[in-house]
Nanobody, 125 residues
């Protein structure tokens, strides 16, 4: 059984930073791509960032490119999302997910098989 637990969300002002963490338990973490998604009220869940199983390849949504950075510590079974220059439109519940493959560029929800419960990020203007 795989469990993903996100943490690090909170309330921040425009221009501020937050670092989200996703602690994973279970098998095959080190060979699976990991992704971060977000869902704002009334909107569909959308891809934010992905990292390959090796950690050598990353992919970002255009809306966060240059502001967010995904990384992983396989020794600690943890994935991070560093979020800088936050904007009110970044306000959402953020979810981490385990990829069905080792490839980082998968953006569809169906490309991920296990999901965390989410952590809320609120950016005030």
């Amino acid at each position: 059984q795989v469990q993903l637990v996100e943490s690090g969300g909170g309330l921040v002002q425009t221009g501020g930073s937050l670092r989200l963490s996703c602690a994973a338990s279970g098998r095959a973490f080190s060979i699976s791509a990991m992704g971060w998604f977000r869902q704002a009220p009334g909107k569909e869940r959308e891809f934010v960032a992905g990292i390959s199983g090796s950690g050598g390849s990353t992919t970002y949504a255009d809306s966060v490119k240059g502001r967010f950075a995904i990384s992983r510590d396989s020794a600690k079974n943890t994935v991070f999302l560093q979020m800088n220059s936050l904007k009110p439109e970044d306000t959402a519940n953020y979810y981490c997910a385990r990829g069905r493959t080792s490839l980082s560029y998968r953006r569809a929800l169906s490309d991920y098989d296990y999901w965390g419960q989410g952590t809320q990020v609120t950016v005030s203007s």
